[in-house]
Structure formats: structure tokens, C-alpha cells
């Protein structure tokens, strides 16, 4: 069962609601959960949960991609999951979907930036980097007949283990000051709903030039990736129009759609 929305939250909340749009129809705070991605997958599959948010003091099983464990202490983090329904776009539904985790990462720059005037480097496909570590990630998954869109930002500097401090960071390591973690919400609320709403309504070259102008290294960087020929080495030279990773091998142009490429 859900708990009350804390007080802060619910204030900031209210203060935004004319900047959110379509999202916040409803919002579920959690002191502690397992995973906020799995009750918005239960919202997502009732067919008419779109703009649904979770929120979570805590995560006792938070994830990140390919299972991966995404650390998640009380009251240092960020931890957020909408419930999001690309299929309504009016063009391309299914260009849509598949740009919703690069509209987020362009969405989560943009609200993390307005807070803290951090410069944010995106990185194919889900995360988000300050001064080349780790700040935040994403992570979207498929429920019929919408998608989930998790993602957790490193807040304050027990964010991370102290083991990833070489590749992690927090907002307030980099700032030096406390930041407001209510407002940092509904911010990246208000900015994932400006993006939503360019998702929807087909302009998709609006975010995809913004995310390729914060990903300096989808240009140029050697990149590794596995596949079921073993491992493949390129060049990484770009993204195309639908979100996937192109790399140079040789003299030809290889698109990675999902799966796990290592930045050299």
C-alpha cells in the first residue's frame, strides 16, 4: 500500500501542476519498495494508467538495465517511474516507442541542468554523466499497451557505493550544497512532459538533435559489443533516425539496437 505523499513533495507538487501535462494523473509515494518500475508495470497493464508516477524514498530491489542492481539508499536518491503511452503518437507509433528511453535522457539533462547548472554528457543508450562518471540512469520496459520509464538520479553523495566512487557521482558531490530533491522531481516531471509531448506529437528530429548534442562520444569513440559471433570492435558514428547505435567496422556500418556496448 502506498503512503502519503511527504509533505515537501506534495507542495512542489501543486506548485507545478499547469508544467506537467499529461503526467502526475496519478502519483504513488512509497517510503520503501521493492522496485518502483514493477507498481508502475501493474498500473501500465490496466490499459489506462498513462501519466501514472511513482516515487520511492528507498528500493530494497531497484534495477537497471539488463538486471542489473541499481543501489538505491533512503534519501539520497531520485527514484521514479511514469507510466507513458508512445502508441497514442500521432505519427510513427513505433518510432515513438523506440525513441522513449533518448527522449528521456534528453528530458532528465534538461531538468537536471535547470536545477544545478551542470553541464550533462549523455551516453548511448541510458545514462547520464557530470564530469565523466555516472549520475543517473534509465530504464524502459515494454508493458502492453503503454511503457515504463524508470530512472534514478544520484542525489546526494550515499547515492552510490563507496566501491563506484571512481565511476559514479551525485548531484550534491558536484554542486556542493544540498539539492532539493522535491524539486528536482517535479522538474524532471515538467521536462519529461515538454518531451512527451514532442514524442506524441511527431517531432522526433527536435529530440534527436538535442540528445546528439549532448553525446559528443556517440562520434568517434571505440566502442565494443558482444554478439553471437563473439565480440566486435568499431567506431562508434552516430544514431539514426529511429535511436540505434552506429558503428564503423572496416568498411562497413553495423546498427546496435540493444545490448551491451563497452565506451574504450
Same mark, same amino acid.
Given at each position: 500500500?502506498?503512503?502519503?505523499?511527504?509533505?515537501?513533495?506534495?507542495?512542489?507538487?501543486? !506548485?507545478?501542476?499547469?508544467?506537467?501535462?499529461?503526467?502526475?494523473?496519478?502519483?504513488?509515494?512509497?517510503?520503501? &519498495? @521493492?522496485?518502483? =518500475?514493477?507498481?508502475?508495470?501493474?498500473? $501500465?497493464?490496466?490499459?489506462?494508467?498513462?501519466? $501514472? &508516477?511513482?516515487?520511492? *524514498?528507498?528500493?530494497? +530491489? %531497484?534495477? %537497471?538495465?539488463?538486471?542489473?542492481?541499481?543501489?538505491?539508499?533512503? @534519501?539520497?536518491?531520485?527514484?521514479?517511474?511514469? &507510466? #507513458?503511452?508512445?502508441? !497514442? +503518437?500521432?505519427?510513427?507509433?513505433?518510432? $515513438?516507442?523506440?525513441?522513449?528511453? #533518448?527522449?528521456?535522457?534528453?528530458?532528465?539533462?534538461?531538468?537536471?541542468?535547470?536545477?544545478?547548472?551542470?553541464?550533462?554528457?549523455?551516453?548511448?543508450?541510458?545514462?547520464?554523466?557530470?564530469? !565523466?562518471?555516472?549520475?543517473?540512469?534509465?530504464?524502459?520496459?515494454?508493458?502492453? /499497451? @503503454?511503457?515504463?520509464?524508470?530512472?534514478?538520479?544520484?542525489? %546526494? @553523495?550515499?547515492?552510490?557505493? /563507496?566501491?563506484?566512487?571512481?565511476? $559514479?557521482?551525485?548531484?550534491?558531490?558536484?554542486?556542493?550544497?544540498?539539492?532539493?530533491?522535491?524539486?528536482?522531481?517535479?522538474?524532471?516531471?515538467?521536462?519529461?512532459?515538454?518531451?512527451?509531448?514532442?514524442?506524441? *506529437?511527431?517531432?522526433?528530429?527536435?529530440?534527436?538533435?538535442?540528445?546528439? =548534442?549532448?553525446?559528443?562520444?556517440?562520434?568517434?569513440? !571505440?566502442?565494443?559489443?558482444?554478439?553471437?559471433?563473439?565480440?566486435?570492435?568499431?567506431?562508434? *558514428?552516430?544514431?539514426? *533516425?529511429?535511436? +540505434?547505435?552506429?558503428?564503423?567496422?572496416?568498411?562497413?556500418?553495423?546498427?546496435?539496437?540493444?545490448?551491451?556496448?563497452?565506451? #574504450?
Amino acid at each position: 500500500m502506498a503512503d502519503p505523499l511527504p509533505r515537501e513533495f506534495a507542495e512542489a507538487l501543486e !506548485r507545478s501542476r499547469d508544467r506537467l501535462g499529461r503526467l502526475g494523473s496519478r502519483v504513488l509515494f512509497f517510503s520503501t &519498495v @521493492g522496485s518502483t =518500475n514493477d507498481v508502475a508495470s501493474t498500473l $501500465a497493464a490496466s490499459g489506462d494508467g498513462e501519466g $501514472a &508516477v511513482v516515487v520511492a *524514498d528507498e528500493q530494497s +530491489a %531497484g534495477r %537497471g538495465r539488463r538486471g542489473r542492481t541499481w543501489f538505491s539508499p533512503p @534519501g539520497s536518491g531520485l527514484y521514479v517511474s511514469v &507510466v #507513458l503511452a508512445p502508441a !497514442r +503518437a500521432r505519427v510513427d507509433r513505433n518510432r $515513438a516507442t523506440m525513441l522513449v528511453p #533518448l527522449t528521456a535522457g534528453v528530458a532528465l539533462a534538461e531538468a537536471v541542468e535547470a536545477m544545478t547548472a551542470l553541464p550533462v554528457v549523455l551516453k548511448w543508450p541510458n545514462d547520464l554523466q557530470v564530469t !565523466r562518471r555516472k549520475l543517473a540512469g534509465i530504464l524502459a520496459e515494454a508493458v502492453a /499497451p @503503454g511503457v515504463v520509464l524508470g530512472y534514478g538520479i544520484n542525489v %546526494g @553523495g550515499m547515492a552510490y557505493p /563507496p566501491e563506484l566512487g571512481d565511476r $559514479a557521482t551525485s548531484l550534491e558531490s558536484e554542486v556542493g550544497r544540498p539539492v532539493d530533491r522535491a524539486q528536482l522531481w517535479v522538474e524532471t516531471l515538467a521536462a519529461l512532459s515538454r518531451r512527451y509531448e514532442d514524442l506524441l *506529437d511527431g517531432r522526433f528530429d527536435a529530440i534527436l538533435d538535442a540528445w546528439r =548534442n549532448r553525446a559528443p562520444a556517440s562520434r568517434g569513440a !571505440r566502442v565494443t559489443w558482444d554478439t553471437p559471433e563473439g565480440p566486435r570492435a568499431g567506431v562508434s *558514428d552516430g544514431i539514426d *533516425d529511429g535511436g +540505434a547505435l552506429l558503428v564503423r567496422v572496416g568498411d562497413r556500418t553495423e546498427r546496435i539496437v540493444a545490448g551491451e556496448v563497452t565506451w #574504450l
